[in-house]
Structure formats: structure tokens, C-alpha cells
């Protein structure tokens, strides 16, 4: 494995992060495909032997559940061993001061912990002044409840916001923005990226292989996620023709270089400065297949033969 320092902290964190969203009680909260507890633990688990440290989820995957996974499964491991994100905002009050009060408790308690590595602001609240929400970050720092903090998707001129409004009060600096992006999803290299390069916020993005549009040779899959997922057409192919030509350029460069299409996804994420891509996993073989891709380096050319076919597409994830 390699690690790689979050600015900002002193957070060393492997170059792939486990994404959890999949793991969690099926019957309950916004997902039907996730995975129950027994095939999340040895998933979770084997990625902490491979050396995976890092291990994103949110107060909203499966109501919660995919929080009390994560802290069940790593209850036996030393606490300063691994890294542990979760996330505010699609809760009652968003990120009012009592709402982030009121989660990060929960949060603690589901997570089994005594303190959250990285409370990610999961989207910009319209309805709450940045002063509010950054004061009560600082009071869960200063509680010892939260180490840093991140945000995740949102326009630039509001993560801008956010990250001035530190500055100015001599708060400390966000320390990671997680936003949507892959080869077929590039919109946040317009404003968003740009922010994150000017207050020198480490990268860690989502959907690297866009719902697995990219990571296999044929467009559609008959798994249970894409059968159930209501956001997996309306997200992803609605440019189905022009982003298939995309996803042939990675199939035929994962044939040059011997590896997987995702492989080929990650090594892109990491020539675009991405401090740790959040790769979600359901199988053990895909964990295995992730390793590689640390081995996978893609020069400006063929960068730029992914990059070359990129179309406009419509904004989704930041609001």
C-alpha cells in the first residue's frame, strides 16, 4: 500500500479509500443493495490487512447502519491505525450549529469511537449562515469530537465561501474536498478543483468508475445495485453514446498496460493530483483487483487520449 499525507493535518492516508455506502441494513434508509453485516466485516477487514486505513461513510447511508458496520468492524483494531470520515447535512437542520451537535453525538455513538478523524459537509445548506456552521465545527474540535474537517460536493464559489470564511476568523483550514469525478464526469475542473488547488485542500473524490460504467467493457450490468438504484440511469446515461467512446479508450488501455479498466480509472484519478480515490467494493476478488492499480502510472499522453473525447455534461451530486 501506499500513503499519502492530507494537507492541512496529520492524517497519513492510504492511496485508496474504502467507500462504505454499501455496506448497511438493506431494509432500512434510501438503499436496498447494500451489504448485511457478515459480507461488510470481511470486506472491511481484508482491506485494513492490505493496508487500507481509510474508510469513508456518512450519518445517512442505511439510516446509520453503515456507520454501526464500520465501527463494528474495526472495534478490535488499534484507534490510531486507521482513518475514519463520515459526513453532515442530509439529516434534520442540515448544518445548523444544533443539527452538527446533534449528528456528530449520534455519529460517535453509531461509529463506536471517541472521536471522528474527518466530518465532511456532505452538501452547501442554503438555509444556514457559513458562520453558524463553522463556529459549531470548532466546538466539536474543541470538545475533541472531530480532528478536521472536509467538504464534499458543492459549487466552487461556495466551497470558496466556506474556506474564506475560516481564513478570516483564524479558524483552522478545510483539509479535503470529495466531489464527483471520473474520466465522464469532469464538470468540477471548471470552478470547484480550482478552489480546492487554491487553498491547497487534498483531493478525494467519488464515483471514480461512474456506478461501474468505466470499469467494465459492457455498459449495463445485471447487478442487484443497478437494478434498484434509481440514480444509476439518470446519472449516467443520458450521454450514454459520447461517454461509451470514453470507456473504449480505457478498456483498449487497460489491454496495453495488463489491468483492469478500473485500474486504469485509479491511475487517472492519481495523474489528475487525487490524494485517495473512495473505491466502493461488494466483492473480495474487486478488492483484490484495487491493489493493482498502485502499480499503474499513465503518462501525459495517455491522459490526455482519455481526456480528448470529454463533453459538457449536466451538473449532478452538487445540490
Known sequence: MKYI???????????????????????????????????????????????????DTSNNYSDGTSEQFVGRALKDYPRDSYVITTKCYFNEGRLSAEAIH??????????????????????????????????ALQEELQKGHIRYYGASAMYGYQFAEYCYKAQEKGYPPFVTLQNHYSPIYREDERDLIPVARQFNVSRTSFAPYAAGRLARKEWSSDSLRYELDSKEGTRYDRLEEQDRKIAERIYELSLKHSCSMSNICLAWQYAKGVASPIVGITKEKYLDDTMNALEIE?????VAYIDELYLPHPITCNR
Open 5 to 55: 499525507d492530507l494537507n492541512h493535518s496529520n492524517l497519513k492516508v492510504s492511496r485508496i479509500c474504502l467507500g462504505c455506502m454499501s455496506f448497511g441494513k438493506p431494509e432500512v434508509g434510501q438503499y436496498q443493495w447494500t451489504l448485511d453485516y457478515e459480507d461488510a466485516e470481511r470486506i472491511i477487514q481484508k482491506a485494513y490487512h492490505q493496508g487500507i486505513n481509510f474508510f
Open 102 to 135: 446533534r449528528e456528530v453525538e449520534k455519529s460517535l455513538s453509531n461509529l463506536n469511537t471517541g472521536h471522528i478523524d474527518l466530518l465532511i459537509l456532505h452538501r452547501y445548506d442554503y438555509n444556514t449562515p457559513v458562520e453558524e456552521t463553522l463556529e
Open 298 to 302: 499513465l503518462n501525459e499522453d495517455e
